[in-house]
Each structure stands twice: as C-alpha cells, then as structure tokens.
C-alpha cells in the first residue's frame, strides 16, 4: 500500500483479528489515510467481520480518487465470529476444549465446521463488493481475493496450521477480478509475493527493481 499511496492513492484499511502482535499494526497503518480494526470499536467483538461492512458503509461514495482498500476477515478462523445463518454443514457444534484441540472431535464434524466458516467468509466478502458497487467503487477496480495459509483437516494425521509444509497448509487461492476485463497469463504457479507485482501492473505503475514476486501477467512459466 505504500506503493499506491507515493502513486496518488488513498490508502484504506479495515479488518478483524488481533493485529497488534509484535507491533504488525504499527506496520499496516505507515502510510494509510484510513485504518480500522475492531479493537477500535466496542460494538464488535475482536474477530467479528461485521465491523469490515460498517466501515465500507460509512464509506463516501466514489469521488474519482483512486482508492486502495485492504480487507482483513476472520470469518474462515477458528477463532472468528461465526453466526448461524451459515451452519449448513451438520454436525458442527464445537466446544472450546474441540476447538483448541481438534483431534479430540469427530472428523467429519471438524470439516463441517471449517466448510461453515468459509460459507461465512464467502458471504462477507459478497456484501463488501455489493456496498463497494453501490458506492462506485467498483466500476474501475481490481479485486483481490488471497488466503494467507491453508488448513490441515486430518489429511496427514493432524488438523490445524503452521505446522508441517504439505499442500493443505500452503497451497492458498489467489482469485483475481479486473473490471477492465484484461486476463492474467500466468495461471498456474504463483505465490503471495506476485500479488503486488501484478497489481502495479494492472494499474500501470510501474514495478519497482527491488521487490519480491513477478507480474502474472508474464508469460507462463515453462
């Protein structure tokens, strides 16, 4: 978002979850024109996703000043804030002694439960882009929708993340959307560090020598 922001950008930020471990909040907010966590709002609880659309919804309607928004939902966590609207999944009811450990429940139960979690995120990202829509926001826009880690649902013997290096943990989507209706070449291998490449590029900036990751744009990789 620094990038954006030195190229004329405004820099917005809203999203759940603790962001304040070892200073990553200090880290987020450099550079931003608008930063909002749900920490900030008593309202919400830390790891609710609903304070992410009360934040777009007091959003001003689209000016024409280029706008960066960075969306962070816990939705798919363990730990968010799940309603019940989205139990489709059964059985799913967990306790905080299955959530902390979940080899202790029922398998299937622990996959119904993830399933429901990304029903829910699916959903609170669905509304964003509508009041986004509604806003103007998303009539020259480029979408990113990333994950930042997979999870490991028994596949190898234990659930969770952050502990081994099989597919499950990292293999995360990354789904581009541009309104311009350019395609990505590259489709199939990238890695978060392309993120930022490919959307300088999308945006005709250009893409600075020092970073990480390559545009998706390029050619494929052979």
Same mark, same amino acid.
């Given at each position: 978002?620094?990038?954006? $922001?030195?190229?004329?950008?405004?820099?917005?930020?809203?999203?759940?979850?603790?962001?304040?471990?070892?200073?990553? @909040?200090?880290?987020?907010?450099?550079?931003?024109?608008?930063?909002?966590?749900?920490?900030? *709002?008593? /309202?919400?609880?830390? /790891?609710?996703?609903?304070?992410?659309?009360?934040?777009?919804? =007091?959003?001003?309607?689209?000016?024409?000043?280029?706008?960066?928004?960075?969306?962070?939902?816990?939705?798919?966590?363990?730990?968010?804030?799940?309603?019940?609207?989205?139990?489709?999944?059964?059985?799913?009811?967990?306790?905080?002694?299955?959530?902390?450990?979940?080899?202790? @429940? *029922?398998?299937?139960?622990?996959?119904?439960?993830? *399933?429901?979690? +990304?029903?829910?995120?699916? *959903?609170?990202? =669905?509304?964003?882009?509508? +009041?986004?829509?509604?806003?103007?926001?998303?009539?020259?826009?480029?979408?990113?929708?990333?994950?930042?880690?997979?999870?490991?649902?028994?596949?190898?013997?234990?659930?969770?993340?952050?502990?081994?290096?099989?597919?499950?943990?990292?293999?995360?989507?990354?789904?581009?959307?541009?309104? $311009?209706? =350019?395609?990505? $070449?590259?489709? =199939?291998?990238?890695?978060?560090? @392309?993120?930022?490449?490919?959307?300088?590029?999308?945006?005709?900036?250009? +893409?600075?020598?020092? +970073?990480?990751?390559?545009?998706?744009?390029?050619?494929?990789?052979?």
């Amino acid at each position: 978002h620094s990038y954006l $922001k030195r190229s004329g950008y405004r820099v917005v930020f809203s999203g759940s979850g603790k962001l304040s471990w070892e200073g990553l @909040d200090g880290i987020i907010s450099h550079d931003m024109d608008y930063f909002f966590r749900s920490e900030f *709002d008593e /309202n919400y609880s830390i /790891n609710d996703d609903m304070v992410i659309l009360s934040s777009l919804r =007091r959003l001003p309607t689209y000016d024409g000043n280029p706008t960066f928004l960075y969306l962070h939902y816990m939705s798919s966590h363990e730990s968010g804030r799940h309603f019940s609207q989205y139990k489709k999944f059964r059985p799913a009811e967990k306790n905080l002694l299955t959530c902390i450990f979940p080899e202790m @429940d *029922d398998q299937q139960s622990v996959i119904n439960a993830y *399933d429901n979690h +990304i029903l829910q995120f699916d *959903d609170m990202a =669905r509304q964003s882009v509508q +009041i986004l829509q509604d806003k103007g926001y998303m009539e020259n826009s480029i979408l990113v929708i990333y994950g930042d880690h997979g999870e490991a649902l028994n596949e190898h013997g234990y659930f969770g993340h952050y502990k081994n290096l099989y597919q499950e943990e990292i293999h995360v989507p990354i789904i581009f959307s541009y309104s $311009k209706g =350019r395609f990505l $070449k590259n489709t =199939r291998l990238a890695t978060l560090h @392309d993120i930022l490449p490919t959307v300088m590029d999308l945006a005709g900036l250009d +893409i600075p020598e020092q +970073i990480e990751g390559i545009s998706l744009m390029d050619e494929p990789v052979p």
